[in-house]
């Protein structure tokens, strides 16, 4: 383990209307687990698709969505701090605020192409602009099928502009067994980028050298 990875963590998660509240919700969980900080930002549409796709309701204020995402993260008091759409003294919202990767997942296209076009209408999009601009950790995970000419030219764009593109498409060759399986495939990956040590999925490879080393 690095210094680096020893140091407590504060992590910016937005949850934006796409499909795959399952991807963010299971990050914050491995990312509170890890003893990291978390500033959390829910758009409107993200309430509406994660009690559409869970079993999770999250209440409409941000202090009442606060409580409630710290309960049921099992997160220490003050560990997860939600902020509203439109609270600009929030920490992400500020190139002077504390220096932390940005991670919006799920990633609306709506959202992409805010990002990719400069837009701050609401806190998420600003926290976006700010990691852009500040060239701070930028991960964007889509999910979305098709993808149309423009969300592929947004995606290009944001890609050319530093921000790392993470399609919410799991693999398969760890033999997954279940939708949390699955989930967790994508959730290792975003936690690899982060530089936090986890334990959801074995890296490529680290079997094939074990062996070797064995012998």
Known sequence: MTEHSQQVRTINLAFTGASGAQ????????????????N?????????????????????????????LTEWAQAESGQVLVFGREDWFAPPASGSGEKAPLVVCPCSTGTLSALATGASNNLIERAGDVALKERRQLILVPREAPFSEVHLENMLKLTRMGAVIMPASPGFYHKPESVEDLVDFIVARLLDHLGIPQD????WGEARAEEKRSR
């Open 200 to 203: 959801l999925m074995p890296r």
């Open 40 to 68: 959390v930002m829910v758009s409107r549409a993200a309430q509406v698709v994660i009690a559409t796709e869970t079993d999770l309701k999250l209440p409409g204020t941000p202090p009442a969505m606060q409580d409630t």
């Open 23 to 38: 991807y963010g919700l299971r990050l914050l969980q491995c990312l509170v687990a890890a003893g990291c900080r978390v």
